[in-house]
């Protein structure tokens, strides 16, 4: 197999602009470290706690679903983390609808994941119809160092654009010839679109590599039909920033019935701007 691309952006020197402009053109941007080691420490102690369970394809890709019903104050509050959010608020131009919260864990021997993306616009067995929403980014927080034998991501740039019947966000694909592999350090944050294909690399190293992968998306972007409302009772048990972020799964801020001239209608819209990268 070729050596991948590995990439070497210098994502330290990224304006708010030009994350953005990354986000939306390659599919992912990368926050550079925004944890303090003692902070890295004390999640991965929560996380390693919890009771994972394998994947259907390799005992050493292994998950556990809903982090923030459990007794992990430190994990859970990075999903309010105000430097991811306040980007999202910009990002979006909307309130933010948190839709979930996992933690996985590729162990050594991890095979890697098939690459796939997370859109799936009618919903799939895998994603649940919550994948059916139809703008969605999901926050890869990494708790160990990614390095080229530890499970690094892979993407591949622009895929989320294109569209021919190679890009059908239910195709899978064992590894791509210009795929793009991104190592971070422990405590640092990608931000990937959920059409992007995207997957990890086979952990070879001898040592666990931990994510925490938190899916927002704007309010005005639901699935397709109603889901399952969150636990009233679990909701009203958060910490009240993230809670906040917990709002009904099915908050859909659009007027379905609007006419083809509306009354009222703006004149200027900075959000899809072709200047919008350039500030």
């Given at each position: 197999?070729?050596?991948?691309?590995?990439?070497?952006?210098?994502?330290?020197?990224?304006?708010?602009?030009?994350?953005?402009?990354?986000?939306?053109?390659?599919?992912?941007?990368?926050?550079?470290?925004?944890?303090?080691?003692?902070?890295?420490?004390?999640?991965?102690?929560?996380?390693?706690?919890?009771?994972?369970?394998?994947?259907?394809?390799?005992?050493?890709?292994?998950?556990?679903?809903?982090?923030?019903?459990?007794?992990?104050?430190?994990?859970?509050?990075?999903?309010?983390?105000?430097?991811?959010?306040?980007?999202?608020?910009?990002?979006?131009?909307?309130?933010?609808?948190?839709?979930?919260?996992?933690?996985?864990?590729?162990?050594?021997?991890?095979?890697?994941?098939?690459?796939?993306?997370?859109?799936?616009?009618?919903?799939?067995?895998?994603?649940?119809?919550?994948?059916?929403?139809?703008?969605?980014?999901?926050?890869?927080?990494?708790?160990d160092d990614l390095t080229p034998e530890k499970s690094p991501l892979l993407v591949i740039p622009h895929s989320h654009l294109s569209l021919h019947a190679d890009a059908n966000p239910y195709?899978?694909?064992?590894?791509?010839?210009?795929?793009?592999?991104?190592?971070?350090?422990?405590?640092?944050?990608?931000?990937?679109?959920?059409?992007?294909?995207?997957?990890?690399?086979?952990?070879?190293?001898?040592?666990?590599?931990?994510?925490?992968?938190?899916?927002?998306?704007?309010?005005?972007?639901?699935?397709?039909?109603?889901?399952?409302?969150?636990?009233?009772?679990?909701?009203?048990?958060?910490?009240?920033?993230?809670?906040?972020?917990?709002?009904?799964?099915?908050?859909?801020?659009?007027?379905?019935?609007?006419?083809?001239?509306?009354?009222?209608?703006?004149?200027?819209?900075?959000?899809?701007?072709?200047?919008?990268?350039?500030?």
């Open positions: 197999m070729a050596q991948p691309q590995i990439d070497t952006t210098d994502w330290s020197k990224l304006s708010t602009a030009q994350r953005i402009k990354h986000l939306e053109i390659e599919g992912y941007v990368v926050f550079p470290p925004l944890l303090e080691s003692a902070e890295v420490a004390a999640i991965k102690a929560e996380l390693d706690r919890l009771p994972t369970v394998a994947t259907d394809y390799s005992e050493n890709q292994r998950g556990f679903s809903n982090v923030q019903w459990t007794d992990s104050p430190c994990a859970t509050d990075l999903i309010a983390n105000p430097t991811v959010t306040e980007f999202l608020t910009t990002l979006f131009g909307d309130e933010l609808v948190c839709t979930s919260c996992v933690f996985a864990l590729s162990r050594p021997g991890h095979p890697g994941i098939a690459i796939h993306t997370d859109a799936q616009p009618y919903g799939s067995k895998i994603f649940g119809m919550q994948a059916s929403a139809p703008r969605l980014v999901r926050v890869l927080w990494y708790l195709t899978r694909y064992l590894s791509h010839p210009e795929a793009v592999m991104v190592c971070c350090p422990a405590g640092s944050v990608a931000i990937i679109n959920q059409s992007i294909f995207h997957a990890n690399y086979p952990n070879r190293s001898t040592e666990d590599r931990r994510l925490l992968a938190i899916a927002y998306r704007p309010a005005w972007s639901p699935p397709i039909v109603e889901v399952p409302e969150w636990p009233a009772d679990k909701v009203a048990t958060l910490p009240e920033p993230v809670r906040r972020l917990f709002k009904s799964p099915n908050t859909r801020n659009f007027d379905f019935d609007v006419p083809n001239r509306p009354a009222n209608m703006a004149s200027e819209a900075p959000g899809i701007n072709p200047s919008r990268w350039n500030v």
